[in-house]
């Protein structure tokens, strides 16, 4: 049995960020060609179709920074946790 005692923050931190950017960039793709097709359907193109397009730079950024401070947040926390806890066990096996 192994035990995870503490997560780097920093780390954390950027790797969460990096994910929640690129499900921003998947929500932003959504929300812009979702309303682009809506207001193409219903014949009302107009400047919201052209901020529904600022959404594919916008939101991976504001997701990402969310990300980064989540993951900052989860990993200070999970470490104040499993110093008084003990952390996580976990049971590995090596091949070979």
Same mark, same amino acid.
């Given at each position: 049995?192994a035990r %995870?005692k503490r997560i @780097? &923050? ?5 790797l &969460? @960020?990096?994910m929640?950017?690129?499900?921003? %960039?998947i929500? +932003? ?5 979702? +309303?682009?097709?809506l207001e193409?359907?219903?014949g ?5 179709? &052209?901020?529904?397009? &600022? #959404?594919?730079? +916008?939101?991976p ?5 969310f990300? %980064? =401070? #989540?993951? #900052?947040?989860?990993? =200070?926390?999970?470490n %104040?946790?499993a $110093? $008084?806890? +003990? @952390? ?7 091949e070979?």
């Open positions: 049995m %995870l @780097g &923050v920093l780390f954390s931190a950027i &969460v @960020g990096i929640m950017c690129f499900m921003g %960039l929500a +932003g793709i959504l929300y812009a060609f979702g +309303g682009f097709f193409l359907f219903t009302t193109l107009n400047e919201g179709t &052209v901020l529904a397009f &600022v #959404a594919l730079i +916008g939101m950024v504001i997701f990402g920074l990300g %980064l =401070v #989540a993951g #900052a947040v989860g990993a =200070v926390l999970y %104040l946790t $110093r $008084r806890f +003990g @952390g996580i066990e976990a049971d590995f096996e090596q070979g």
